[in-house]
């Protein structure tokens, strides 16, 4: 068998093989690829914004975090909390941590009630940081979707909550989302 000098395209490609199996339904593939392919997207546009700042995209959303986290009451954090918020390893976490610190946006502080532990709070700085960064980060997320009317952001919003839980609900991991998974069908995440 020869190859073909004319590519054909993968999706093609990849719906034949699966019907070829017998499969017709495939809209659980597509939606993983979609998302994927959307939260890939919002990753390279964002690292890519994030390199003339102070701090990288990752570290900006610690201190975005740690700031939320006073806004709702709790002046600190420990490395572990904001190692499950972020999803990333201890490791990562204690890294970004460092640099934080050391660009005087983060404090550490041992824990009163366990002396093995440390406590992240935000310092003055990464307050300001955070209060002059926000408004042009939520306006350029927000032209990001601009091709879609209010009522399309409503919808999408409301089922990528739904399909949230959906997944978490038949993936049978269902504990683990207890911290992400909202408890109504239009709760904020």
């Not at 979609?34 to 900006?60: C, F, G, H, Q, T």
């Not at 420990?78 to 204690?94: E, F, V």
């Not at 983060?106 to 209060?131: C, K, P, V």
């Not at 990528?160 to 207890?178: A, G, N, V, Y």
Request: hydrophobic fraction near 35%; glycine fraction near 4%.
């Amino acid at each position: 068998m020869h190859p073909s000098t004319t590519k054909q395209d993968p999706r093609a490609v990849f719906l034949q093989a699966i019907a070829d199996m017998g499969i017709q339904d495939v809209h659980g593939v597509e939606m993983l690829r979609l998302i994927k392919m959307a939260a890939n997207a919002y990753d390279i546009i964002l690292a890519d914004r994030m390199r003339e700042e102070e701090v990288s995209e990752p570290r900006w959303r610690m201190l975005l975090r740690l700031w939320m986290e006073e806004q709702s009451g709790s002046e600190t954090l420990s490395p572990t909390q904001l190692s499950h918020a972020q999803r990333l390893s201890k490791n990562t976490i204690s890294a970004h941590l460092r640099a934080l610190e050391e660009q005087g946006f983060i404090a550490r502080q041992l824990d009163a009630d366990d002396l093995r532990q440390f406590r992240i709070r935000l310092t003055d700085s990464g307050r300001d940081l955070i209060r002059r960064s926000t408004p042009g980060h939520m306006t350029f997320l927000n032209q990001l979707t601009a091709d879609l009317s209010p009522s399309e952001v409503d919808a999408l919003q409301q089922l990528l909550h739904k399909l949230h839980r959906s997944i978490w609900k038949h993936s049978q991991l269902e504990h683990h989302c207890m911290e992400d998974g909202p408890t109504a069908d239009n709760s904020p995440e």
